[in-house]
């Protein structure tokens, strides 16, 4: 018998480096007929009216005026992560193309990771196992320290989901929080972490131990901690980015770790990403850059699927979309 | 009181690779006659009798019969850190000294390197640094993936002080807690870290995501988790080491890591430590080795050396002793 067909759903490739995940398929497959960009150029004529959705994985594939304009029935871009820094919102607005995106299903790795970070920065782990594997090391010295986390202050600029996720985590190890934020959380949920509200963010400078940055990228947080701000920050300070790399003045930063004017950086986001391979960066024994594995795990990338897959139903049925951002 | 008449310490040195640290030894030198093993050595006459407690760092000096038999005066080993497995306690207690150690100054530092050991495992840290910055790098994959943490289930073996610290932190994760100990922790300590008691290990490790091992190395504890235990793990579980690199039995370990029985392991302690530099648990990609940094931050050494210093005091002045530790 003949069903009704099932949507149409553009995605850039499946499997390799960079595709949908191969294990993802036989769901995705469930509700929707996958157009790969490949065969969509080798049929555009038929597939360009058919399509209704774009499943975009990890910024793929690209959103741009010539594809919005290829595709008259597209009603809904469907793209995984939390971060939209990359998509033009005006351009999808302007098309009558609504937007969603997975916020909440990434915030317990990327707080996981920033803790991780943490963790290994004042540890030294990455250092120490370099040691306990080289080839040269015959003894392991005494004098090689690391510093600790209990009693040590954290700040934390940008006390979103992650944000907050980070402080119920750090205040385990029995760490002083502050946070900075557009708005102040209310007094349960502050009082629930121990953390405390810095209006400025030259205060939570000041104080900090560890620097935390989880904003998302904005044209507000565009650079926002720059040569002044690391200046702030105390000499002996820890600066852990897991937003974006952009959110950092990156020169400034290599200035301020080779001149010591903070002790050390942690980074999972960078830009771009990766780094070009002669970049300063990539150099300095004072840092640790992980590639952007803010929520690279198993469990999470397949609940971000799912997400994708619920908004995307509710975008091509007129039904509220879960998890949309507004244009 | 001049320095003379202060309670002659040895210690194998101040500084260099071995030695305390020179902070730590102006701790001691408040209370304490400080004599190197260099100066005993070509003093051996003078300074045997003046010497009452020997303060042990990082296992040194070695406590052997020749050394207990010159030194008549000896009333306490001072050890700093918790572990004692370095020193023949029924030996030194056949001299009549005491044997003390420092378990409150540990506990932090070695729970915090557990949870970074286990964080750093689940999301392929060191891995990850190295494809960042590796000359060879283009592009990231975003087909590299590590496990949960959050939500997991954590086993601990060794539900003492460290292990509990450990839970404590754990429980910020919202992970799933079970515990394996010689004894049962009492309801309210179960409850403040939602930790579930599991009388056999065999359940323990058949349920948990990650296996962190807490317990101190004593003839029952040696070669705990072993060929069989690795084969109750789950084959996506992580195994976590802080205690003594001989409670693994660490043939069983490599082979484990190298056919994917567990997933990966990350261990502060190795035997011996350093390992060889042939040998396979160093070629591994799925193991996160440490050099045994457990106690290794600014102030830890300092609480440690503190503690030792409190310890050593009270047996001096006959007071009670805040953490002796006996033979069997």
Request: hydrophobic residues 40%; proline residues 5%; neutral net charge.
């Amino acid at each position: 018998m003949e069903g009704q067909e099932l949507p149409y759903v553009l995605v850039d490739c499946i499997g390799g480096k960079h595709g949908v995940y191969e294990d993802h398929v036989e769901f995705l497959e469930k509700h929707f007929r996958l157009i790969t960009m490949k065969e969509y150029l080798e049929n555009k004529k038929f597939l360009s009216e058919k399509i209704r959705a774009v499943y975009m994985w990890y910024h793929k594939p690209v959103i741009n005026k010539e594809l919005l304009q290829s595709l008259p029935n597209l009603k809904i871009v469907a793209s995984s992560g939390v971060g939209i820094d990359h998509l033009d919102l005006n351009l999808l607005s302007s098309y009558g193309v609504k937007l969603s995106n997975t916020p909440f299903v990434v915030s317990t790795d990327s707080a996981d990771l920033g803790v991780a970070l943490m963790l290994a920065s004042s540890r030294r782990l990455v250092e120490g196992h370099q040691m306990a594997v080289s080839p040269d090391t015959e003894y392991f010295p005494a004098d090689w320290l690391g510093a600790e986390l209990s009693g040590a202050t954290l700040g934390i600029v940008g006390m979103g989901t992650i944000g907050y996720k980070v402080a119920e985590r750090a205040k385990a190890f029995e760490m002083k929080i502050l946070y900075h934020n557009r708005n102040q959380r209310n007094k349960e949920e502050e009082s629930a972490v121990g953390a405390i509200y810095c209006k400025k963010i030259d205060d939570l400078l000041h104080q900090s131990d560890f620097v935390l940055l989880s904003v998302n990228l904005t044209p507000q947080t565009h650079k926002l901690i720059g040569k002044r701000e690391l200046e702030l920050m105390k000499p002996t300070a820890t600066l852990i980015n897991i937003s974006r790399g952009l959110v950092v003045d990156q020169d400034a930063l290599v200035e301020a770790l080779q001149n010591k004017v903070i002790k050390a950086a942690a980074l999972d986001v960078t830009y771009p990403e990766p780094l070009p391979r002669d970049h300063p960066l990539l150099k300095l024994k004072n840092v640790i850059i992980t590639p952007h594995i803010g929520s690279a795990t198993k469990k999470t990338r397949r609940l971000m699927m799912e997400n994708m897959v619920e908004s995307i139903q509710a975008g091509l049925t007129g039904l509220p979309i879960p998890n949309e951002v507004s244009l | 009181m001049a320095e003379e008449e202060l309670p002659g310490v040895l210690i194998l040195d101040i500084g260099g690779t071995h030695g305390v640290l020179e902070d730590l030894a102006a701790l001691l030198k408040k209370h304490f006659r400080l004599i190197t093993m260099k100066e005993f050595l070509e003093n051996k006459k003078e300074m045997s009798t003046k010497i009452q407690s020997v303060f042990v760092f990082e296992c040194r000096p070695t406590i052997d019969q020749e050394l207990l038999e010159s030194l008549p005066n000896l009333k306490v080993i001072g050890n700093s850190g918790v572990g004692v497995d370095h020193l023949d306690l029924k030996m030194i207690s056949n001299f009549g000294v005491k044997v003390t150690n420092t378990p409150h100054a540990v506990a932090d530092p070695t729970a915090d390197i557990g949870v970074a050991l286990m964080l750093a495992s689940a999301r392929r840290l060191v891995e990850g640094c190295q494809i960042a910055v590796s000359p060879d790098t283009k592009y990231f994959a975003v087909d590299w993936l590590g496990v949960e943490v959050t939500r997991a289930t954590l086993g601990i073996i060794g539900m003492g002080s460290i292990g509990y610290k450990v839970a404590q932190r754990a429980r910020a994760f919202d992970m799933r807690i079970l515990y394996h100990n010689r004894n049962r922790r009492r309801k309210e300590e179960e409850e403040a870290v939602g930790a579930r008691y599991c009388e056999k290990m065999a359940d323990l490790l058949q349920q948990s995501d990650f296996v962190m091992v807490v317990v101190n190395l004593t003839p029952e504890t040696r070669k705990l988790i072993g060929k069989k235990e690795l084969g109750l793990m789950k084959p996506t579980a992580t195994l976590i080491n802080i205690s003594r690199g001989a409670v693994i039995d660490q043939d069983a370990l490599v082979e484990a890591l190298q056919n994917k029985v567990i997933r990966a392991a990350a261990v502060d302690v190795t035997y011996p430590e350093p390992l060889p530099r042939d040998h396979p648990l160093l070629k591994l990609n799925n193991i996160i080795i440490t050099p045994h940094i457990g106690t290794a931050t600014v102030q830890a050494m300092r609480m440690m050396a503190e503690e030792a210093i409190a310890n050593i005091l009270a047996v001096l002045n006959g007071q009670p002793i805040p953490s002796e530790v006996f033979p069997k």
